[in-house]
């Protein structure tokens, strides 16, 4: 196999991890919907909780979308915390309300959150309930975007994995490609797939209702996106079966994601070379740009959206980096094992965290980059410390081929800025720490 | 339950971030799960803070709950005090650390920490935001001011100023200013500024200027209460209120009233011949209590605006907001949810709201202009220019900011002569606005209106109502007067819409035709 640069002798899988379980500085779940609503165009996501998960909705989006969200909070009062009985039926209540002013929604998802989740309210057995006394036009759907039970984008991993269950039983021989992309990226590795002659292809989550697709002991999966743990059980326990390949970051693993699947449908490897050619050799071009600003340069990532270790993968292998921090919330052995085989040990991985410990130890390294949440970056900034906002990872187009220039220019761009301003005098000055203050 | 959608304010317990946040040398352990840590954002990515806010979350996960939840807490509030030395502490519970109900004031108080430790009962299931803040001010006051020696000379606090404030930060130095030029010192400026030891003299000023009675009100009452400190009752927002909180502070001091106003020009402006299309503006005002009052009598008394309804969204000033509404002749809206105020801005059609970043996107989607006057804060109410909203300073900027949305004298004169021009029309927006011109088209008029109604074109077209109308009344227009009101301009022509409609109504009208839409214009013509 020529895919790829040599792979180091004994790659990451089997280091030790530094496991911490302190205070996180982490989205919950619930952030997700953010992304998940506009992909899934015929859906609305109910958060049952309190003015909190309102105003995380709010903010996390850094501005509001307008066009009138398909999201929205059940906010929990005194009076619903006082008698169980009541709050399943002004939860019916809501519903009726919401499903009567909004007849396009074919797709509900309760979703729950922190106080729900300690009040044990059982939206579960709502969402039978509901799926009941609105069939056919509605299914009910209920997962939980909590924070004690959730980071970040787990949150699109339980309403993913909630959503397999009810899928319909199929024999036939399907690829599934699961994870939210944007419909552009979707298409592309879609399309690329099919021009190897391989489908049919599905997508979970399917952009309508009535799209949905079938899972059955003859499908195959593929990830797209590093945290679906959950989801890549629920499809196994479908009997479907999962190709393991590092994930369609930069284009060593679009390449490599794409022969793991190339593989498991008997292409010829002509085949697979005609079709990628052209592609790669753009991704390669267009990565090498932005590259020159990372080669030799050294990252630290802290914990957020379980990217960490397939970008760490990309940035040191394709873009010259060197990783000194690994930070992930959580750490998917199994999944993950792929893109650790590809890296030369040496980082530090971490799972979960401790931030004050974390801020400690990455103000030692001075990491020419550091990846990060926007709780952390303007402070790290402020220190000196050029960073990236992670958030920014999940909402941007950065898998396969075409992407691969732009996920690299996301990582380039603040190293570029630090150097373009200039904003000193051209005589220095007495004090300039003085002056910005 | 209720749903929503949008919200104006966040928990209480954000409210007590910004206290802490806005303070130095005190710390906040919040009892919380790890998705609260979202509020950090806030700070630092909306104003743009160089630093974490000062606050240890627990970040309690499922795993913890029923086993440790209490010695999680416990270890947060040592470790916090270990590593950030406070010279106190506060520690409450967001919304669902209240539910599994540890205590944390309580058990902070056990733990024979060296300083101060402040507990806050934050009731995230019944109150919000400015509760949280001005409440978390209050108990922090409470626990550590204590009557001492006054200044020799003439001094008061300024109260109320927090982080993710609407231009807290200008109003201060604005503030600071006005009082020198009195000679009139200050005394502490908290919570922005303050570190606890700054809070204990609180008493040695003569006075408290209470410039936000959002998030300063308890602590002032209980200063007064307990002190002896009057407070100021006059929020110095616009002209006419920063006089009349000059004089009151004089009395108060006991020294001559004077105002230096050689920099105030929006009197001038308000004056000339330029602003004279300005007169009867049609506004529509939301936002927290204090803004809206000081912003209904502005847009009344300063620009010669008429306010056409007001509200807030902080049920702590309600009873404020209704007898300001009452003194403008018009009802008092009282809410928090947004899909309220938007029903009210159409009904009302107004020429221009003055509100928040809410009724900005409101006014976006109706083709209603608007300028912010108050919190819900966004990046933007940030601006890096000097930018106060009190004192002569901020009337200043008030005027430029209200007048910037709009389009301005002349040019909303020749839209009116060269209305057919193919591109200079009125759907091509305010020429001085940024933004591509639209070259005028059958899709572009069909589409005007206050752009709320798609297909809206369709002929006959049943009436908006008048909103507070009589109810009996549904007026049709014929297609003929619908086509000839989109020739009016868009900035006035809801106002027509609104106007015939009600004039139809009141002459028991059923349909409108191009007379009747000419017969109101005479009517109201002013």
Known sequence: ?437 | MKLAVWTYEGPPHVGAMRVATAMTDLHFVLHAPQGDTYADLLFTMIERRDHRPPVTYTTFQARDLGSDTADLFKTACREAYDRFKPQALIVGASCTAELIQDDPGGMAETMDLPVPVIPLELPSYQRKENFGADETFFQITRALARPCEKTPRPSVNLIGATALGFRHRDDITELTGLLLDMGIAVNVTAPMGANPTDIARLGAAHANVLMYPETGESACRWMERELGLPFTKTVPIGVGATRDFVAELAQFLNIPAQLDETRLRLPWYSASVDSTYLTGKRVFVFGDGTHVKAAARIARDEMGFEVVGLGCYNRETARDIRATAKEFGVDALITDDYLEVEERIEALAPEMILGTQMERHIGKRLGIPCAVISAPVHVQDFPARYSPQMGIEGANVIFDTWVHPLVMGLEEHLLHMFRDDFEFHDAAGASHHGGKSVPRSAQSDAADETGSMPGADAAPVTGTGTGTGTGSDVVTWLACAERELKKIPFFVRGKARRNTEKFAADQGLQEISVDTLYEAKAHYAR
């Not at chain 1, 005609?274 to 340069?297: H, I, M, N, S």
């Not at chain 1, 270790?309 to 750490?331: D, K, N, Q, S």
């Open chain 1, 1 to 437: 196999m020529n895919d790829l640069a040599p792979l180091p002798a004994t790659g990451c899988r089997d280091v030790p991890v530094l496991r911490e379980r302190g205070q996180r500085e982490v989205f919950c779940g619930l952030t997700g919907i953010i992304w998940l609503h506009r992909k899934m165009q015929d859906a609305f996501f109910l958060v049952v909780g309190s003015r909190t998960c309102a105003h995380l909705l709010q903010s996390a989006a850094g501005v509001m979308i307008f066009a009138e969200p398909r999201f929205g909070t059940a906010i929990l009062e005194e009076t619903d915390l006082a008698g169980m009985a009541d709050a399943q039926d002004e939860l019916d209540r809501e519903v009726d309300r919401l499903l009567a002013r909004r007849p396009d929604i074919k797709q509900l998802f309760l979703v729950g959150s922190c106080p729900s989740e300690v009040i044990k309210l059982d939206l579960a057995k709502a969402a039978e309930r509901m799926t009941v006394r609105h069939a056919p036009q509605v299914r009910v759907i209920n997962y939980s975007g909590s924070g004690i039970e959730t980071t970040f984008t787990q949150g699109e991993d339980a309403c993913l994995a909630a959503m397999v269950p009810v899928l319909p039983q199929t024999q036939a021989r399907e690829l599934l490609l699961v994870g939210a992309l944007p419909d552009v990226v979707e298409q592309q590795a879609v399309g690329l797939l099919e021009a190897m002659g391989i489908g049919p292809i599905r997508v979970l989550p399917a952009p309508r209702k009535q799209d949905e697709l079938g899972v059955g002991p003859n499908t195959v999966f593929a990830l797209t996106q590093p945290f679906l743990g959950d989801t890549h059980a629920a499809l196994e326990r479908r009997g479907a079966k999962h190709i393991a390949a590092p994930f369609p970051f930069g284009e060593e693993g679009t390449t490599a994601w794409l022969r793991a699947i190339a593989s498991e449908f008997g292409v010829a490897s002509d085949l697979f070379d005609q079709v990628t050619a052209a592609p790669r050799a753009r991704a390669r071009k267009a990565v090498a740009q932005a590259a020159e600003f990372l080669t030799g340069k050294s990252v630290f990532f802290f914990p957020d959206s379980q990217l960490e270790i397939p970008l760490a993968r990309f940035l040191t292998r394709e873009c010259g980096m060197t990783a000194i921090e690994v930070g992930t919330p959580y750490l998917h052995r199994d999944l993950m094992a792929p893109d650790m085989d590809m890296m030369v040990q040496g980082p530090v991985f971490s799972e979960g965290q401790d931030v004050d410990l974390q801020l400690h130890r990455c103000h030692a390294a001075r990491p020419d980059l550091t990846v990060c949440g926007l709780g952390l970056a303007n402070p790290l900034e402020a220190a000196g410390l050029t960073t990236k906002w992670a958030i920014e990872l999940v909402f941007t187009p950065v898998h396969f081929y075409e992407q691969a220039g732009d996920l690299a220019g996301l990582f380039s761009r603040p190293i570029r800025r630090r150097s373009l301003l200039k904003l000193d005098a051209a005589q220095p000055p007495a004090a300039r720490a003085e002056a910005r203050r």
